[in-house]
């Protein structure tokens, strides 16, 4: 999938993104073609938020070049960006490769099921960071609520979107929500999996392995 390949080698182990310099690689690969339209939906999102003068690190961090994009045949749903996917005080992408536990499970989990990263894209039900001052803000259902509207906008811009599956109860309820009020996305097949917090997987071994089945299912899909 040439759209994909030009710039690769992409990262083979957790947390790349503790290096500023691959940051700033894909950062510098936002408008290639595959993710450009995402990221155009990001920008206008974000410019929205800053003219309904939201905090200034209440932003959506971008779709990640080394994603699927709009070609991706997965959606991997979660809940709110953590701390280290926002712009003020991480890489600014939605991404596998973010250095924090809860990326360093969704990248260790793909691999084991063999799930090439242009298969799927992440995203989140509520899109923007949601700051605390120093600390991360606990996603509520007003949140979900506000957000679901920008989550359908996105959606139409996936070209072979086969699969979504969501990842905690927030993303699962939001989920819910928006299949009530569209056909379209009603059509959509769908999985709902626990959230793949390190508190998640370290205490309740049955979520990683339910995460883990999923994602060898969803890899059947795109072989």
Not at 58 to 80: K, M, Q, T
Not at 119 to 146: C, K, M
């Amino acid at each position: 999938m040439s759209h994909f390949d030009d710039h690769a080698p992409w990262p083979d182990s957790p947390r790349a993104h503790r290096h500023p310099a691959e940051v700033d690689r894909k950062l510098a690969l936002l408008d290639s073609p595959h993710v450009k339209e995402l990221n155009d939906k990001v920008r206008d999102l974000n410019r929205m938020r800053i003219g309904r003068q939201a905090a200034a690190e209440s932003l959506v961090p971008w779709f990640d070049p080394s994603g699927g994009g709009i070609y991706a045949r997965i959606l991997f749903l979660l809940e709110a960006p953590g701390s280290r996917s926002s712009a003020s005080r991480g890489s600014g992408l939605i991404s596998t490769d973010n250095n924090d536990a809860t990326a360093a499970s969704c990248f260790t989990l793909a691999q084991e099921a063999d799930l090439p990263r242009q298969a799927f894209a992440l995203w989140n039900i509520v899109p923007w960071y949601l700051p605390d001052g120093t600390r991360t803000q606990t996603t509520r259902l007003t949140d979900v609520l506000e957000a679901t509207q920008h989550l359908e906008a996105v959606l139409g811009l996936f070209r072979h979107l086969d699969l979504v599956i969501t990842l905690g109860a927030h993303a699962r309820t939001g989920w819910e929500i928006l299949r009530t009020r569209s056909s379209r996305i009603r059509s959509l097949d769908w999985q709902a999996v626990p959230h793949p917090s390190a508190t998640n997987l370290n205490t309740r071994p049955e979520n990683r392995a339910e995460i883990l089945d999923a994602m060898k299912n969803a890899a059947k899909t795109t072989r």
